[in-house]
């Protein structure tokens, strides 16, 4: 699939690989919408993409509410048109340091599930409808490995996880034969704020960076070899820690 | 005919009215044997507009409703007075006179200028928003609600007034044809070999609640068909398949950029009204909500059936119960749908 002239949604953009993966597919000549929960925060990168004559707009959403998602889905497809790229990049880790689960309030589970699991379940029944209608479109989910290994702590953010795969898997089940594909990819451990906060004692050198990290998944984007329904690891795919 | 007083809860409960008007029959069926009535090379065309939240407060005693956007940008307003979504548009109080020049603030980071007022409905004000782009957009989600309606009993949220492919937020009200079908109907659909194809089209106003305005409706939309959906339907057509608009701002589309017998790419506006003596090019059927005669809807109807048939048909709806407007029933208006072996008929 040729990038250019597409229109790509991508959540959680203001920084870390959301950012690499709005300027890669910008750069590409994708017409993108970067959302995030604080505007300000995404204007500068809007600005990084304009200057290089790129299209982006910027625009304010909590993945974690219902009632964002259409005036979300509304105002992106009002400024680039139907959607044919939606990256669900946006992710919630609860509170760090993290916590045991015995440890883990409801409410702080229910706030990771609603951002990293149902944010992406609403916007994508929202918009992956028009995609099956015009047979075309492509959905990524950002996975992480906590979404098949058990780490201790990680309780809250690695189920989210575990079911976003598995929503990735059930779309792509039930859509494959609508022209829409659906994926997760695991992009490794990568050098970003969110990383820095669970793992404070992390060695940043052996991380991978998130530019890196977002070619790679927009090279799967634009692949129609790639396996619709799969767990793609982004260091499988050429983005080297 | 009673309205649907909610948005359905439950999937696939709509009631289908299949009206034949080649043998003058109709027959009660379920939204979820839609696929029976079409066949291989057919083509279904959907209007993918999402509906945008068009209902401005600007005070208490006025309500603006946006109507069309025009192509310089700038919106065409309709101004209601006193009152709320209960009360029918027409018992609304009167709104003050706005002028050319007005400012208008909607709270929540939205403003606009009134541009022009209306020479004959005074109520239909042209405004310019003094906000662009993501910032315009943003702003006027925050501001807006979806237009409410009176025999409802709750009010309605984004999210009940959006049709399940939309893309594009160009309708003002809902293109409500569409709100029955589930996927699951139309993946079967499409399992009988028939086409899927959409338009997208800024289905307007329903009611202004000035009779002279209402007669005016509906107003010149803007409606766009790309090359590949025409593909469809003309190749559909060359082929001897039917075309089933959903919905009358289909019909009305696909007929303005058929006039000609093939249908054409198209990204303009059309004020076509369709009636009893219109000839169409391009549509052969027509799956549709339940209209009251007298309605411009009503007269569309007429294009696909006779009168005699059509009143039969919805009065026989009437007696068993069938629900009408923007959450109710439907009914496919279909030459020969019921020509071989309807399961039950009446002659009309």
């Known amino acids: ?241 | 005919m009673k309205a649907a007083t909610a948005p359905r809860s439950a999937l696939n409960r709509e009631r289908l009215l299949v009206v034949d008007p080649a043998s003058a029959a109709f027959s009660d069926f379920s939204i979820t044997d839609l696929p029976r009535f079409l066949n291989a090379g057919d083509t279904l065309v959907l209007n993918d507009a999402a509906t945008l939240p068009a209902s401005l407060r600007v005070a208490e005693d006025l309500e603006l409703r946006l109507m069309s956007r025009l192509d310089d940008g700038t919106w065409l307003a309709l101004a209601l007075g006193r009152g709320d979504s209960q009360e029918p548009t027409e018992a609304r109080g009167e709104p003050p006179r706005l002028d050319a020049g007005a400012h208008l603030d909607f709270g929540h980071g939205l403003s606009a200028r009134v541009v022009s007022v209306d020479a004959r409905f005074w109520r239909v004000v042209r405004i310019a928003f003094e906000q662009e782009q993501s910032e315009l957009w943003q702003a006027l989600y925050r501001a807006a609600r979806p237009i409410q309606y009176a025999y409802l009993d709750r009010p309605l949220s984004l999210w009940d007034v959006q049709n399940r492919y939309v893309a594009r937020p160009w309708a003002f009200e809902v293109p409500s044809a569409g709100k029955p079908l589930s996927f699951e109907t139309l993946f079967r659909v499409e399992a009988r070999g028939v086409t899927l194809a959409h338009l997208t089209h800024a289905a307007g106003l329903s009611s202004t609640g000035d009779p002279l305005l209402d007669a005016r409706l509906p107003l010149a939309e803007r409606y766009e068909i790309d090359e590949h959906s025409v593909a469809l339907v003309n190749q559909s057509k060359a082929r001897g398949g039917r075309v089933l608009a959903v919905g009358t701002s289909v019909t009305r589309a696909l007929e303005a950029a058929g006039e000609s017998g093939v249908l054409r790419a198209a990204s303009e506006r059309t004020a076509l009204l369709l009636g009893p003596n219109s000839r169409l090019h391009i549509c052969d059927g027509l799956l549709t909500g339940l209209h009251e005669p007298g309605t411009s809807h009503y007269a569309l109807l007429e294009a696909f059936a006779p009168r005699a048939v059509l009143d039969r048909s919805f009065q026989h709806a009437e007696r068993e119960g069938y629900l009408q407007h923007e959450f109710g029933d439907s009914c496919l208006i279909l030459r020969g749908a019921l020509g071989q072996a309807p399961l039950a008929s009446w002659a009309a």
């Open chain 1, 1 to 241: 699939m040729d990038i250019s002239g597409k229109a790509a949604l991508v959540t959680g953009a203001s920084r870390g690989l959301g950012e690499a993966l709005a300027v890669e597919l910008g750069l590409r000549g994708a017409k993108v919408v970067l959302v995030g929960r604080s505007r300000q925060s995404l204007e500068p990168v809007v600005r990084r993409i304009v200057e290089q004559r790129g299209e982006a707009y910027a625009l304010e959403a909590d993945m974690g509410a219902k009632t964002d998602m259409y005036p979300l889905a509304g105002a992106a497809t009002a400024l680039v048109g139907p959607i044919d790229i939606l990256i669900h990049n946006a992710s919630e880790l609860g509170p760090t340091p993290l916590r045991l689960l015995l440890d883990t309030e409801c409410e702080d589970l229910e706030r990771v599930l609603a951002v990293n699991l149902l944010g992406p379940f609403r916007l994508s029944k929202i918009i992956a409808g028009s995609m099956a209608l015009r047979r075309q479109g492509t959905i990524v989910h950002v996975s992480s490995d906590a979404s098949v290994s058990a780490y201790e702590r990680w309780g809250a953010y690695s189920v989210s996880k575990a079911a976003l795969d598995h929503l990735a898997r059930l779309w792509a089940a039930e859509l494959a034969g609508h022209g829409v594909r659906s994926f997760s990819v695991d992009p490794g451990e990568m050098d970003t704020e969110m990383h820095a906060a669970a793992l404070p004692e992390a060695d940043r050198a052996l991380l991978a960076r998130p530019v890196d990290v977002a070619r790679a998944i927009v090279q799967l984007v634009s692949a129609d070899a790639t396996p619709n329904g799969g767990r793609l690891e982004a260091s499988g795919i050429g983005a080297e820690s």
